[in-house]
């Protein structure tokens, strides 16, 4: 801390709030909000969630066994997309990063394309038309460089004169990117109706967040851009929701940018490609579990009398079919012609790469495979 001197001056005070309705047991630190005393709309999250744990579940499990390429697996996330899908307005636009399968599947997304997509077909990514998702952007894996996209999507919107809102989603890690910082600074200059979530869950692949930044908040770096920025429990999903739908309709009233810290826990290893025994403790993972974000939002669900052991029961078998099918959907479908690997690179592919997709579609197929 920097010791005042008699010509010292303070010009400027920062805080960071958290937000938190249900604790770890499910017991509630507040009233919740209206959503989620309302029976209906309680229920359809927690079933959002419990269907996406049994979608991850069958994806690692294909992946395992050779029927799926490298997969990111969302265990312990889950709160965060549920909440994600339940507040955006169809229109609004989402900017994925790749661990929000429960928002993608809120708004549209068929559990195969995303296996579809891990498994190296781009068609999966072509969102099907009619619903909410099939203006959202697919999944990015390089981090932070879909950051600066959102910005360009949510600056048409305001010239369009749009009640639109564009939401980005990214990891911890994007914070320590130059793309992300640029993008926070455009974001308030331009008074953008954007909101950035940051999915703090500890770990950026083997990096613990400690190593990673000097600050104490990952909050806090939007308020180096002037952007309104807080914490939520991001295994919460009523302070989750609840937090997001105030900032997402700020933005659509001429509010602006907002940025929004999610504090979670990532319960698998980073992908299926990597071993996080590596570098965490069974202790940390230990005690993470005892903030599962299903765990702790059934029990609350429970104790409101919304959830019964048959409810559960019926849940886990439509999930699990459910899962099933989008399996079995991915594992027919025809593969890609080798030329495919160009067609999702340009509106027009340029000349220069015609030559080498017209060599590649007449070679064909290598031993009857995707080439």
Same mark, same amino acid.
């Given at each position: 801390?920097?010791?005042?001197?008699?010509?010292?001056?303070?010009?400027?005070?920062?805080?960071?709030?958290?937000?938190?309705? &249900?604790?770890? =047991?499910?017991?509630?630190?507040?009233?919740?909000?209206?959503?989620?005393?309302?029976?209906?709309?309680?229920?359809?999250?927690?079933?959002?969630?419990?269907?996406?744990? &049994?979608? $991850?579940?069958? %994806?690692?499990?294909?992946?395992?066994?050779?029927?799926?390429?490298? @997969?990111?697996?969302?265990?312990?996330?889950?709160?965060?997309?549920?909440?994600?899908?339940?507040?955006?307005?169809?229109?609004?636009?989402?900017?994925?990063?790749?661990?929000?399968?429960?928002?993608?599947?809120?708004?549209?997304?068929? +559990?195969?394309?995303?296996?579809?997509?891990?498994?190296? =077909?781009?068609?999966? +990514?072509?969102?099907?038309?009619?619903?909410?998702?099939?203006?959202?952007?697919?999944?990015?894996?390089?981090?932070?460089?879909?950051?600066?996209?959102?910005?360009?999507?949510?600056?048409?919107?305001?010239?369009?004169?749009?009640?639109?809102?564009?939401?980005?989603?990214?990891?911890?890690?994007?914070?320590?990117?130059?793309?992300?910082?640029?993008?926070?600074? %455009?974001?308030?200059?331009?008074?953008?109706?954007?909101?950035?979530?940051?999915?703090?869950?500890?770990?950026?692949?083997?990096?613990?967040?400690?190593?990673?930044?000097? #600050?104490?908040?990952?909050?806090?770096?939007?308020?180096?851009?002037?952007?309104?920025?807080?914490? !939520? *429990?991001?295994?919460?999903?009523?302070?989750?929701?609840?937090?997001?739908?105030?900032?997402?309709?700020?933005?659509?009233?001429?509010?602006?940018?907002?940025?929004?810290?999610?504090?979670?826990?990532?319960?698998?290893?980073?992908?299926?490609?990597? *071993?996080?025994?590596?570098?965490? %403790?069974? #202790?940390?993972?230990?005690?993470?579990?005892?903030?599962? /974000? !299903?765990?702790?939002?059934?029990?609350?669900?429970?104790?409101?009398?919304?959830?019964? %052991?048959?409810?559960?029961?019926?849940?886990?078998? $439509?999930?699990? #079919?459910?899962?099933?099918?989008?399996?079995?959907?991915? &594992?027919? &479908?025809?593969?890609? #012609?080798?030329?495919?690997?160009? =067609?999702?690179? @340009?509106?027009?592919? /340029?000349?220069? +790469?015609?030559?080498?997709?017209?060599?590649?579609?007449?070679?064909?197929?290598?031993?009857?495979?995707?080439?």
């Amino acid at each position: 801390m920097i010791e005042p001197s008699p010509a010292t001056t303070r010009v400027a005070a920062f805080e960071v709030f958290l937000t938190r309705y &249900l604790n770890p =047991d499910g017991s509630l630190t507040a009233d919740p909000p209206a959503f989620a005393r309302d029976r209906a709309q309680a229920r359809a999250m927690y079933a959002l969630m419990v269907r996406t744990r &049994l979608f $991850d579940k069958k %994806a690692v499990a294909l992946q395992r066994t050779g029927l799926l390429g490298t @997969y990111a697996a969302v265990l312990g996330q889950e709160a965060i997309g549920t909440a994600i899908g339940h507040a955006l307005a169809a229109e609004d636009i989402f900017i994925p990063a790749y661990r929000e399968y429960a928002a993608q599947f809120a708004r549209g997304v068929p +559990m195969h394309a995303i296996l579809q997509y891990w498994g190296g =077909d781009e068609r999966g +990514m072509a969102y099907p038309e009619g619903t909410p998702s099939h203006h959202d952007f697919p999944l990015s894996v390089p981090i932070a460089t879909h950051v600066p996209h959102a910005i360009g999507v949510a600056y048409a919107i305001k010239l369009k004169q749009e009640r639109r809102v564009v939401l980005a989603s990214c990891g911890d890690g994007a914070t320590s990117k130059g793309d992300w910082y640029e993008a926070i600074s %455009a974001a308030r200059i331009w008074n953008l109706p954007i909101v950035f979530l940051v999915s703090n869950n500890g770990w950026a692949i083997s990096m613990p967040s400690h190593r990673q930044t000097g #600050a104490a908040t990952f909050a806090q770096k939007g308020l180096a851009g002037g952007l309104p920025s807080e914490q !939520v *429990d991001g295994n919460d999903v009523i302070a989750t929701r609840a937090v997001l739908s105030a900032a997402i309709e700020r933005a659509r009233d001429g509010g602006g940018p907002s940025l929004i810290e999610a504090l979670t826990y990532r319960l698998h290893d980073h992908t299926t490609a990597d *071993d996080a025994r590596r570098y965490r %403790a069974e #202790a940390e993972v230990a005690a993470a579990w005892e903030r599962c /974000p !299903v765990k702790r939002y059934k029990a609350y669900l429970e104790a409101a009398g919304f959830w019964s %052991a048959d409810d559960e029961a019926a849940l886990i078998a $439509d999930g699990t #079919a459910a899962a099933e099918a989008a399996a079995q959907t991915f &594992l027919n &479908l025809p593969p890609q #012609a080798p030329e495919a690997i160009f =067609d999702h690179l @340009y509106a027009e592919l /340029p000349l220069s +790469m015609r030559w080498q997709r017209d060599e590649v579609r007449a070679r064909g197929p290598v031993d009857g495979g995707h080439g």
